[in-house]
Each structure stands twice: as structure tokens, then as C-alpha cells.
């Protein structure tokens, strides 16, 4: 069941689009669950169909197929590490191997505390950046360099 806060957000979200067009929000709702829940499970996807009144399978494409969603668990502070070609070429496997080391865990792995998850992302469209990574999908952190991603860590341990 979606919680009251996130469907006054939806709803919210809803006033953007022609009535007959609710699905378009769809991003907006994986989104919202994702924020108040750390992640997005099956039931819930089930729940922003029936919402939405689209079919359940149509909200799963969209959750599946961008990367940002969180199909389970994946820490308090998930790292999103953009391997495509620019970042690849920019340094993104040092930044990877870092990270690896630093955390002690692989793409789609929780750290034992539970507090990081690892995940490995597609184009997120700051090729300038390179390497880069994206911290709960919230904050892109750009060139990236051992130094620089141990300051990152650090402020997160604070928080």
C-alpha cells in the first residue's frame, strides 16, 4: 500500500499531465517510493499500477530498465559508477577498483554495515566529468580521483 505522503506526491505530480495520461507519471512514483523506502519492491510496483491504472508488467519495464531504481536493498548511501565508453576512457575502472576496495564490495553488493551499495550505471550524460559517479541518485560526483572519492566517503560516514 503506498503511504499518504507518497500519494499526495503522485497526485501532485498527476496535475502535470492530461487525465488520460496518468501513466506518465510513473517515473515520478518509482521515484517517490524509492525515497521514503530506500527501495522499490515488487509489491510496490504493483501498488503504483493500480494507482497509476496501468499494467503492473509496464511499471516494472520502467523500473527495470533505468537504472536508477533500486530493485532491492542497496545500503543508506547507494554509488552509481557511470562505465560507458567516456568514463571508461576517463579512469572509470581506477574509480571502481577504488571504490571496491575501499567499501570491500562488488557492483550490486551491500557493505556488512550496511551503509554502502555499489552499483554500476549507464550514461549519465556529464562525459566531461569523467569519471563519475552519482551518490542516491541525487549527487553526480565528477572528476574523480582517489583523493577526491576518499573526501566523498568521508562526508558520507558523517551522515
Known sequence: MLSEQIQAKINRELKKYPTDQKQSAVMAALRFVQDEKGWIAADDMADIAVY???????????????????????????ITVCTNLSCTLGGAGDTVAHLQAKLGIGFGEVSADGRYGLREGECM???????????????????????????????????
Request: hydrophobic share 40%; aromatic share 8%; proline share 5%.
Open 125 to 159: 550524460g556529464a562525459c566531461k566529468d569523467a569519471p563519475l559517479f552519482t551518490v542516491n541518485n541525487k549527487k553526480l560526483c565528477g572528476r574523480l580521483s582517489k583523493d577526491k572519492i576518499d573526501q566523498i566517503l568521508a562526508k558520507l560516514d558523517q551522515l
Open 52 to 78: 497509476l491504472g496501468m499494467p503492473k508488467m509496464a511499471v516494472y519495464e520502467v523500473a527495470t530498465f533505468y537504472h536508477m531504481y533500486n530493485l532491492k536493498p542497496m545500503g543508506k548511501h547507494t
